[in-house]
T-cell receptor, first 113, second 112 residues
Protein backbone atom coordinates (compact mmCIF):
# COMPACT_ATOMS: atom_id res chain seq x y z
CA UNK A 1 0.00 0.00 0.00
CA UNK A 2 1.26 3.47 -0.88
CA UNK A 3 -0.95 5.10 1.78
CA UNK A 4 -1.62 8.75 0.98
CA UNK A 5 0.14 10.21 -2.05
CA UNK A 6 0.34 13.84 -3.12
CA UNK A 7 1.46 15.52 -6.31
CA UNK A 8 3.36 17.64 -7.00
CA UNK A 9 6.00 17.71 -4.23
CA UNK A 10 7.08 21.25 -5.04
CA UNK A 11 5.49 24.07 -7.03
CA UNK A 12 6.26 27.72 -7.70
CA UNK A 13 3.45 29.93 -8.97
CA UNK A 14 3.17 33.56 -9.90
CA UNK A 15 0.44 35.65 -8.30
CA UNK A 16 -2.85 35.09 -10.12
CA UNK A 17 -1.95 31.69 -11.57
CA UNK A 18 -4.09 28.66 -10.83
CA UNK A 19 -3.22 25.10 -9.98
CA UNK A 20 -4.64 21.89 -8.58
CA UNK A 21 -2.99 19.81 -5.87
CA UNK A 22 -3.75 16.14 -6.18
CA UNK A 23 -4.23 13.65 -3.36
CA UNK A 24 -5.04 9.94 -3.47
CA UNK A 25 -5.32 7.23 -0.82
CA UNK A 26 -5.46 3.48 -1.27
CA UNK A 27 -6.70 2.54 2.22
CA UNK A 28 -10.40 2.66 1.37
CA UNK A 29 -10.89 5.52 3.81
CA UNK A 30 -14.12 7.50 3.75
CA UNK A 31 -12.85 10.82 5.11
CA UNK A 32 -10.21 13.00 3.51
CA UNK A 33 -8.72 16.35 4.52
CA UNK A 34 -6.62 19.23 3.25
CA UNK A 35 -4.44 21.19 5.67
CA UNK A 36 -1.91 23.96 5.34
CA UNK A 37 1.12 24.37 7.58
CA UNK A 38 2.92 27.66 7.97
CA UNK A 39 6.26 28.21 9.80
CA UNK A 40 5.91 27.88 13.55
CA UNK A 41 2.28 26.89 13.24
CA UNK A 42 0.40 23.69 13.57
CA UNK A 43 -1.82 22.46 10.80
CA UNK A 44 -4.94 24.38 9.88
CA UNK A 45 -7.84 22.63 8.17
CA UNK A 46 -8.81 24.05 4.78
CA UNK A 47 -11.54 21.64 3.63
CA UNK A 48 -12.60 18.12 4.38
CA UNK A 49 -14.77 15.44 2.85
CA UNK A 50 -16.55 13.01 5.16
CA UNK A 51 -17.59 10.79 2.28
CA UNK A 52 -17.62 10.62 -1.48
CA UNK A 53 -19.76 13.41 -2.86
CA UNK A 54 -19.61 15.66 0.21
CA UNK A 55 -17.25 18.48 1.12
CA UNK A 56 -17.22 20.98 3.97
CA UNK A 57 -15.25 24.06 4.90
CA UNK A 58 -12.62 23.97 7.59
CA UNK A 59 -10.92 26.82 9.40
CA UNK A 60 -9.28 28.59 6.43
CA UNK A 61 -11.26 27.85 3.22
CA UNK A 62 -11.03 31.26 1.52
CA UNK A 63 -9.19 31.17 -1.81
CA UNK A 64 -9.53 27.39 -2.21
CA UNK A 65 -11.93 24.92 -3.80
CA UNK A 66 -12.00 21.16 -3.49
CA UNK A 67 -13.33 18.19 -5.41
CA UNK A 68 -13.92 14.70 -4.07
CA UNK A 69 -13.56 12.97 -7.39
CA UNK A 70 -14.22 9.48 -6.02
CA UNK A 71 -13.49 7.62 -2.81
CA UNK A 72 -9.75 7.60 -3.50
CA UNK A 73 -9.10 11.12 -4.70
CA UNK A 74 -9.50 14.56 -3.17
CA UNK A 75 -8.08 17.58 -4.99
CA UNK A 76 -7.44 21.13 -3.83
CA UNK A 77 -7.61 23.99 -6.33
CA UNK A 78 -6.20 27.49 -6.07
CA UNK A 79 -8.05 29.57 -8.66
CA UNK A 80 -5.96 32.74 -8.36
CA UNK A 81 -2.88 32.19 -6.21
CA UNK A 82 -1.77 34.85 -3.75
CA UNK A 83 1.52 35.17 -1.82
CA UNK A 84 -0.44 34.49 1.40
CA UNK A 85 -1.04 30.97 0.07
CA UNK A 86 2.66 30.17 0.20
CA UNK A 87 2.66 27.18 2.51
CA UNK A 88 3.11 23.45 2.81
CA UNK A 89 -0.09 21.58 2.02
CA UNK A 90 -0.90 18.20 3.50
CA UNK A 91 -3.61 15.78 2.55
CA UNK A 92 -4.84 13.23 5.08
CA UNK A 93 -7.41 10.46 5.32
CA UNK A 94 -9.07 8.35 7.98
CA UNK A 95 -11.59 5.56 8.23
CA UNK A 96 -14.98 6.76 9.41
CA UNK A 97 -16.07 5.25 12.70
CA UNK A 98 -12.52 4.32 13.51
CA UNK A 99 -10.22 5.73 16.12
CA UNK A 100 -10.06 9.16 14.46
CA UNK A 101 -6.36 8.83 13.71
CA UNK A 102 -5.44 10.43 10.43
CA UNK A 103 -2.91 9.26 7.86
CA UNK A 104 -0.92 11.99 6.15
CA UNK A 105 0.69 12.40 2.77
CA UNK A 106 4.23 13.76 2.36
CA UNK A 107 3.10 17.29 1.54
CA UNK A 108 3.31 19.79 -1.30
CA UNK A 109 5.56 22.81 -0.80
CA UNK A 110 3.98 25.74 -2.65
CA UNK A 111 5.60 29.13 -3.19
CA UNK A 112 3.62 32.01 -4.70
CA UNK A 113 5.74 34.94 -5.89
CA UNK B 1 -8.38 28.99 15.89
CA UNK B 2 -5.92 26.60 17.44
CA UNK B 3 -7.27 24.38 20.18
CA UNK B 4 -4.03 22.99 21.58
CA UNK B 5 -0.92 24.78 22.75
CA UNK B 6 2.25 22.81 23.29
CA UNK B 7 4.88 23.68 25.82
CA UNK B 8 7.79 24.10 25.46
CA UNK B 9 8.06 25.34 21.89
CA UNK B 10 11.53 23.81 21.65
CA UNK B 11 13.39 21.23 23.72
CA UNK B 12 16.98 20.05 23.41
CA UNK B 13 18.20 17.00 25.34
CA UNK B 14 20.95 14.38 25.28
CA UNK B 15 20.42 10.86 24.01
CA UNK B 16 19.21 8.60 26.81
CA UNK B 17 17.39 11.36 28.67
CA UNK B 18 13.61 11.58 28.94
CA UNK B 19 11.65 14.23 27.05
CA UNK B 20 8.38 15.65 28.33
CA UNK B 21 6.07 17.80 26.24
CA UNK B 22 2.85 19.36 27.44
CA UNK B 23 -0.34 20.31 25.66
CA UNK B 24 -3.18 22.49 26.88
CA UNK B 25 -6.50 22.82 25.14
CA UNK B 26 -9.55 25.01 25.47
CA UNK B 27 -12.78 23.07 25.05
CA UNK B 28 -14.13 19.68 26.09
CA UNK B 29 -12.84 16.87 23.88
CA UNK B 30 -13.67 13.37 22.70
CA UNK B 31 -10.05 12.38 22.47
CA UNK B 32 -6.55 13.76 22.21
CA UNK B 33 -3.89 12.52 19.85
CA UNK B 34 -0.15 13.04 19.49
CA UNK B 35 1.59 13.16 16.13
CA UNK B 36 5.26 13.31 15.13
CA UNK B 37 6.61 15.19 12.13
CA UNK B 38 10.12 14.62 10.92
CA UNK B 39 11.68 17.52 9.04
CA UNK B 40 10.17 17.89 5.57
CA UNK B 41 7.75 15.01 6.03
CA UNK B 42 4.08 14.44 6.77
CA UNK B 43 2.69 13.78 10.23
CA UNK B 44 2.64 10.32 11.73
CA UNK B 45 0.13 9.28 14.37
CA UNK B 46 1.74 8.18 17.63
CA UNK B 47 -0.95 7.59 20.21
CA UNK B 48 -4.58 8.41 21.03
CA UNK B 49 -6.06 8.83 24.47
CA UNK B 50 -9.81 9.05 25.02
CA UNK B 51 -11.43 11.56 27.33
CA UNK B 52 -12.29 8.84 29.87
CA UNK B 53 -8.69 7.58 30.05
CA UNK B 54 -6.00 9.05 32.28
CA UNK B 55 -2.85 7.37 31.05
CA UNK B 56 -1.74 5.33 28.09
CA UNK B 57 1.51 3.64 27.09
CA UNK B 58 2.96 2.63 23.77
CA UNK B 59 6.54 1.40 23.75
CA UNK B 60 8.71 4.29 25.02
CA UNK B 61 5.77 6.71 24.91
CA UNK B 62 3.59 7.57 27.87
CA UNK B 63 0.65 9.95 27.54
CA UNK B 64 -1.39 11.38 30.37
CA UNK B 65 -4.63 13.31 30.18
CA UNK B 66 -6.14 15.57 32.81
CA UNK B 67 -9.53 16.71 31.58
CA UNK B 68 -10.12 18.86 34.67
CA UNK B 69 -7.06 20.93 33.75
CA UNK B 70 -7.58 20.49 30.01
CA UNK B 71 -4.02 19.31 29.60
CA UNK B 72 -2.00 16.36 28.37
CA UNK B 73 1.63 15.37 28.48
CA UNK B 74 3.75 13.18 26.24
CA UNK B 75 6.78 11.50 27.79
CA UNK B 76 9.41 9.86 25.60
CA UNK B 77 11.72 7.72 27.71
CA UNK B 78 15.34 6.87 26.89
CA UNK B 79 15.33 9.21 23.91
CA UNK B 80 17.31 8.49 20.75
CA UNK B 81 18.66 10.77 18.04
CA UNK B 82 15.96 9.34 15.76
CA UNK B 83 13.32 10.90 18.06
CA UNK B 84 14.39 14.34 16.79
CA UNK B 85 11.21 15.77 15.28
CA UNK B 86 8.32 18.12 15.97
CA UNK B 87 5.51 16.78 18.11
CA UNK B 88 1.94 17.99 17.86
CA UNK B 89 -1.09 17.39 20.00
CA UNK B 90 -4.45 17.35 18.27
CA UNK B 91 -7.95 17.21 19.68
CA UNK B 92 -11.37 16.21 18.52
CA UNK B 93 -13.73 18.67 20.22
CA UNK B 94 -16.80 17.15 21.80
CA UNK B 95 -19.59 16.87 19.26
CA UNK B 96 -17.23 17.19 16.33
CA UNK B 97 -16.04 13.96 14.80
CA UNK B 98 -14.33 15.24 11.67
CA UNK B 99 -12.31 18.27 12.61
CA UNK B 100 -8.98 17.47 14.20
CA UNK B 101 -7.55 20.66 15.73
CA UNK B 102 -3.76 20.88 16.02
CA UNK B 103 -1.48 22.78 18.35
CA UNK B 104 1.64 24.59 17.16
CA UNK B 105 4.01 21.82 18.17
CA UNK B 106 7.15 21.21 20.21
CA UNK B 107 10.42 20.89 18.31
CA UNK B 108 12.49 18.20 20.01
CA UNK B 109 16.20 17.83 19.34
CA UNK B 110 17.99 14.79 20.75
CA UNK B 111 21.74 15.21 20.66
CA UNK B 112 23.87 12.07 20.23
Amino acid sequence: NAGVTQTPKFQVLKTGQSMTLQCAQDMNHNSMYWYRQDPGMGLRLIYYSASEGTTDKGEVPNGYNVSRLNKREFSLRLESAAPSQTSVYFCASRVTGGRNEQYFGPGTRLTVT
Amino acid sequence: SQQGEEDPQALSIQEGENATMNCSYKTSINNLQWYRQNSGRGLVHLILIRSNEREKHSGRLRVTLDTSKKSSSLLITASRAADTASYFCATIPQGGSEKLVFGKGTKLTVNP
